[in-house]
């Protein structure tokens, strides 16, 4: 097949040149390829090349192949299936020069299979799991068509007021850069070209992550210096990492829509960063730019995208109708729309279309029988992935791990919630093939016991939520309530418990609560469900509490009722079985979070990476006349980096071996790690770096490294890290990156507040 497509692309082109240059470039030299093709294109196939379109209502899909076929569109989104696909790359091969199409989707935390939201894979701190996840993501959709996913979102995310928190890997800027890297080479493989590879778009670029006030879509206003040591490195990361594509934020940054930001497209991503890649924009984000107030109509919003260099327009109303009259009046140049054309024509190469458009589409008779079949998942990959994410925050007593022979009471709204374990943006999973708690506890179980389970609560009893919640889902809403009265929902719950061992309350959020445009200004669970724990409590049972969300929630007083806390956030498509497999031990939980849990919304922002500053307080000194609030405890109910296990974990102090260190020398922090419990474990040793002394304002630590450990009970292992220059600079006022002579105190421990600490001088 991959003979006869090129053979027929080859034929097309020189057949229909229109502007000399018959034969066609040989497909083995990239560039050469994509010139001579762009010489025999006319205007309108150039412009149709830079539309992106949404399968969906406003454009039906015998609409769409028409379209295709006359040359008019370049790619589309939200077409899943072979089936679905087939047709339409049909059509690109009736077109004049047989450009074929690219077909995307968001694909942000696995495909069919469902894998943990990114946030709680980020709190796996384990690359090879993170990796995993991403890996059979990518084959999961190139089998099913899929040439482009509008993923990694790196976007730094330290208000979790903002609803897109879940879709990001936290707060950390070394640690979402790794994950980063780590995510574009799962999706891309060793090479695009691979039938089973996808190419990455990193989003959303850029500073998405610091809306103001964690309002989604809001503006960004940031200090240039801000924004390369903290906010910027993720992208960079991933575009090192190979990324073909960068999806444009919907953000203003400092008062330039992203869309329309020269600074931010040209001058940082293509000529700083050297990107060659293809920039798309977000959602109708070229329409916006009238809304945000710097275009006064369609015509000059479509001019300020091109001049930026946004690409591809996404949804696209406005390339296909403005740029033709934009180029014949003079105000953009040809070259802006040659230079968008080959950004599109050099991603379709790089994906390996133009050697074969039929790629990820393959034969029909090849097609799975049945498209959604259980078989087609890989469930025992994401149980696993998912164990390694759940973060146990408290265990008083031991009350974790559950014995199997207990008499155990399930209550919450989230217990049987299949649509919620899976998350937002879960892709193509589907709810009736993701295990809930309930099921997955049942199975655990067995015929050793019986779990008996209570609603207790609805996800919240304000109408006026759920009615948001399901706005854009009335035809099969996803929050549907219990009509009983609240209190009669409790009462059913209480009694319940009242005869049990121990009660497991699912509480949380639905998936829908932790989504775009879901921004929420009380963090606090809905206070239904907090009066139904109130009332668990008081039945004198032990009381675990399941969380589940898509962000740090403010949880002060549930930790002081509970005895035990797992954080389970949207743990996928077996998410009921891996939580199951923790609460009862038959894993041991190892996750770490990677972004601090406020004890209230008057907290945020609570990062532990916080700049040095004049009046700091000091926890067991007054606090008067120090930057702390008077009226609660200063510092975060959770810090970055903690959690607990079924064992327990020592750390030595650290040895250093050189308290100097040269620009081209190396020292190495050694410390030991001990399992000092009864039980096999893992846990995360955490490296962080402090800048002393600068000639700016340095954070009181930030993250420079960390290995994941596996000890035997009564193991115990030396854990090295080694620190060189490049791990010590930084951007100054002048964004020259550099490290400057002077001290720094290195820190090792198990979370980011508890360390031990040593120090040497940079010569």
């Not at 990001?168 to 640690?175: A, I, P, R, S």
């Not at 690409?311 to 802006?336: H, V, W």
């Not at 009921?576 to 907290?603: E, T």
Request: charged share 25%; hydrophobic share 40%.
């Amino acid at each position: 097949m991959k003979k006869l497509c090129l053979l027929s692309l080859a034929i097309g082109l020189a057949s229909h040149s229109v502007m000399a240059d018959a034969t066609p470039a040989p497909i083995e030299n990239k560039d050469a390829f994509v010139s001579n093709l762009m010489k025999q294109m006319t205007l309108d196939e150039k412009i149709g090349q830079l539309r992106l379109i949404s399968i969906g209502p406003e454009m039906p899909r015998e609409m769409i192949r028409k379209e295709i076929a006359a040359g008019n569109i370049g790619g589309t989104f939200n077409s899943i299936t072979r089936p679905e696909n087939r047709p339409m790359q049909d059509a690109a091969m009736r077109s004049r020069l047989k450009i074929p199409m690219f077909f995307a989707y968001d694909v942000i935390h696995g495909h069919r299979t469902i894998f943990p939201i990114p946030l709680a894979l980020a709190s796996s701190w384990d690359m090879d799991a993170i990796g995993l996840s991403g890996r059979i993501a990518a084959k999961e959709a190139a089998a099913d068509s899929l040439d482009i996913t509008f993923a990694p979102m790196v976007d730094i995310s330290r208000d979790p007021r903002w609803g897109r928190t879940s879709e990001g890997f936290g707060e950390d800027t070394y640690l979402v850069s790794r994950i980063a890297q780590v995510m574009v080479k799962a999706y891309q493989g060793t090479g695009l070209i691979g039938a089973d590879n996808i190419m990455a778009s990193v989003k959303h670029f850029a500073l998405y992550g610091a809306v103001e006030g964690g309002r989604d879509y809001n503006t960004v206003d940031m200090s240039p210096v801000k924004m390369y040591q903290d906010y910027l490195p993720p992208y960079r990361a991933a575009i090192d990492a190979g990324a073909g594509g960068v999806m444009v934020a919907l953000n203003s940054i400092n008062g330039i829509p992203a869309t329309a930001n020269l600074w931010l497209m040209q001058d940082l991503l293509r000529k700083e960063w050297g990107f060659k890649g293809l920039a798309v924009s977000d959602h109708g984000a070229i329409f916006e730019l009238i809304k945000h107030g710097v275009a006064r109509d369609g015509r000059e919003a479509a001019k300020l995208a091109i001049k930026a260099g946004i690409a591809m327009s996404m949804n696209d109303t406005l390339y296909a109708k403005e740029l033709p009259g934009l180029l014949k009046s003079g105000e953009i140049e040809q070259s802006d729309i040659d230079n968008a054309v080959r950004e599109v024509l050099g991603a379709k190469y790089d994906m390996g279309l133009f050697r074969d458009p039929y790629l990820r589409i393959g034969k029909a008779e090849d097609d799975p029988v049945d498209t959604y079949a259980d078989s087609r998942l890989h469930r025992a990959e994401a149980r696993d992935v998912a164990r390694r994410s759940l973060v146990l925050l408290k265990n008083h007593n031991e009350t974790l791990p559950l014995k199997k022979s207990a008499n155990i009471v399930l209550v919450g709204p989230l217990a049987k919630a299949p649509i919620d374990m899976m998350g937002s943006w879960a892709a193509a999973g589907r709810p009736a093939q993701s295990v809930t708690l309930f099921d997955g506890m049942t199975r655990a179980l067995g015929d050793q016991a019986t779990l008996h389970y209570a609603r207790g609560a609805n996800i919240t009893s304000d109408k006026k939520v759920v009615d948001y919640l399901n706005f854009l889902n009335f035809d099969a809403p996803e929050v549907v309530d219990d009509p009983r009265p609240a209190q009669a929902l409790i009462d059913e719950a209480v009694k319940a418990a009242q005869q049990a061992d121990v009660i497991v309350a699912a509480v949380g959020e639905s998936r829908g609560m932790s989504h775009e445009s879901s921004s929420r200004t009380d963090l606090n669970l809905p206070a239904n469900q907090r009066e139904l724990i109130k009332a668990l409590k008081a039945t004198g049972k032990p009381l675990v509490l399941v969380l589940m969300n898509g962000r740090p929630l403010t949880i002060l007083e549930e930790n002081e009722q509970a005895d035990a806390i797992l954080e389970t956030w949207f743990s996928g498509t077996e998410g009921g079985n891996a939580i199951a497999d923790v609460l009862f031990g038959d894993y041991n939980p190892s996750g770490k979070l990677p972004i601090s849990f406020p004890r209230s919304v008057g907290q945020i922002p609570t990062y532990y990476n916080h700049l040095t500053i004049g009046r700091p307080f000091t926890p067991g000194k007054p606090g008067n006349y120090t930057s702390q609030y008077f009226d609660d405890t200063t510092g975060p109910l959770y810090p970055f980096g903690y959690g607990l296990s079924y064992t327990q974990f020592s750390l030595s102090e650290m040895a250093l071996s050189s308290t100097t260190l040269n620009k081209t020398g190396k020292i190495d922090a050694s410390v030991t790690v001990k399992n000092t419990g009864k039980r096999d474990g893992e846990t995360v040793v955490q490296l962080y770096i402090q800048d002393e002394t600068g000639s700016m304002i340095r954070p009181i630590k930030e993250l420079k490294g960390f290995q994941k450990v596996l000890l035997k009970a009564g193991e115990q292992k030396v854990v090295h890290f080694s620190i060189e220059e490049d791990d010590l600079k930084f951007y100054n006022t002048q964004l020259k990156y550099a490290a400057e002579p002077g001290k720094f105190n290195v820190q090792i421990g198990l979370d980011s507040e508890a360390v031990t600490q040593q120090s040497f001088e940079l010569l």
